[in-house]
């Protein structure tokens, strides 16, 4: 009879390896990690009620961390019933501010998501069938985009593709579901591009740098190399709204209120710009104006003049007018006294000025010079005001620097914090 290695005693089987320890898998400590409360997660469940802790820290970072409790609640339905995820940035909602006459400005908010959400919303509903679009079409007044039908009534044409080098004028779009009462029906929208297109104001330079508004309007944003797809998005977002109002009403596309926000910047930039107007006209309203000085005593004989005991001079613009209109030099030292208040060198404040002109700043005549320091002394006033408040008035009520120091490193920040 044979014996086999498995029929030896332990003892016997001295060449058998070590039995391997056992390995601990890497999920063995799923159990310690799994998130057991809703406090601790951003996913909205089925019986929740309001925003969980984690949730509303969450809505910071999408712009809801001043939202009053109403909005909240609000949108938090919003979220619930279409099922988009505001954490995965599915939806927004977005607060603009709106002018009321005789009072306080509104701000409202509005649920905005893309395109691909109102797909999903649709298609959420169990009655969509399919879309059918975006359709594109061309201007009203151009023939090639109507054709004549079998009964002799032009009718639009529209393409499916968009190869035209200028911007089509409309962009269409269908949707096939069922009804509420289930009869199968098409729900059409039409979406004008002059209508949604974001524009902005034209600028141009003027002859010495300054940015003026043309009065003509130009597409902004993604619209310029994009308006095709843009305006077909916002015709599809109006056709899924028409196919299904009580899921998507109060919801809009992004492109949708594209025009909105722009507002929004331009009364932005206009509160901003008569700060800076209201600023101005303060700082050249004529005050007096204190120079700090030493007192020197007369040595006119005869007079009766007692020297003033006080450490003040007060000297006036009128002073720098009875001096006599600057001359030339006095003019580029005054250029390089602007330079120096606004912390840069001359051919840094003049770029746009010898872009605009074609010459550099030592050719410029004695009225040039004088028409380009007009145009910079607001921005020097402003500067002069964060450290030498008196300079800063002394200009504002048309002094020049160079009449009162003609050292141009004296009116810079850094001769201020030294003295």
Not at 45 to 70: E, V
Not at 110 to 134: L, N, S
Not at 169 to 190: F, K, L, N, P, W
Not at 260 to 275: K, S, V
Request: aromatic letters at 8%; hydrophobic letters at 35%; proline letters at 6%.
């Amino acid at each position: 009879m044979t014996t086999t290695q498995q029929d030896k005693p332990a003892a016997v089987r001295q060449d058998a390896p070590a039995p391997p320890e056992p390995i601990t898998p890497l999920n063995d400590n799923r159990a310690e990690m799994a998130i057991q409360t809703a406090d601790q997660v951003l996913e909205i469940t089925a019986d929740q009620r309001f925003w969980t802790k984690a949730q509303r820290s969450a809505l910071a970072s999408i712009g809801l961390a001043n939202a009053p409790t109403h909005e909240q609640v609000a949108f938090f339905h919003i979220c619930k019933s279409t099922g988009l995820d505001p954490f995965r940035r599915e939806i927004y909602y977005i607060g603009r501010t709106r002018k009321v006459y005789n009072k306080p400005d509104e701000l409202i908010y509005t649920a905005q998501t893309g395109i691909d959400g109102f797909r999903h919303i649709g298609q959420r509903t169990k009655r969509f069938i399919r879309r059918q679009g975006p359709f594109w079409t061309g201007p009203e007044d151009d023939p090639k985009w109507w054709v004549e039908g079998e009964d002799g009534i032009n009718r639009r044409r529209w393409v499916d593709v968009w190869l035209g080098e200028e911007h089509p004028a409309a962009a269409m779009c269908r949707i096939e579901h069922y009804s509420i009462a289930g009869d199968r029906t098409v729900s059409q929208a039409v979406a004008l591009f002059k209508e949604f297109a974001v524009t902005k104001d034209e600028w141009t330079n003027d002859a010495f740098g300054e940015g003026r508004r043309t009065g003509n309007k130009v597409l902004s944003g993604l619209w310029p190399g994009m308006g095709t797809h843009m305006i077909g998005k916002v015709a599809e977002a109006q056709a899924w709204r028409v196919a299904f109002p009580r899921e998507l009403t109060g919801i809009y596309e992004h492109d949708e209120m594209g025009r909105a926000d722009a507002e929004q910047r331009e009364l932005a930039r206009e509160e901003g710009a008569a700060r800076r107007r209201a600023a101005r006209s303060e700082a050249s309203q004529p005050g007096p104006v204190i120079i700090r000085g030493t007192v020197v005593e007369s040595t006119t004989e005869g007079s009766g003049a007692e020297p003033e005991q006080g450490g003040d001079q007060q000297p006036s613009p009128s002073q720098d007018d009875a001096a006599g209109p600057p001359t030339l030099d006095e003019l580029r030292a005054e250029l390089r006294a602007y330079a120096a208040a606004l912390g840069r060198n001359v051919t840094q404040v003049t770029r746009r000025w010898r872009e605009s002109n074609g010459k550099n700043t030592t050719e410029a005549t004695p009225e040039e010079l004088s028409q380009l320091l007009d145009g910079l002394r607001d921005h020097v006033v402003a500067a002069l005001r964060e450290y030498n408040d008196d300079a800063a008035q002394y200009l504002a009520a048309g002094g020049m620097l160079v009449r009162q120091n003609p050292d141009h490193r004296a009116w810079g920040r850094r001769a201020a914090d030294q003295a």
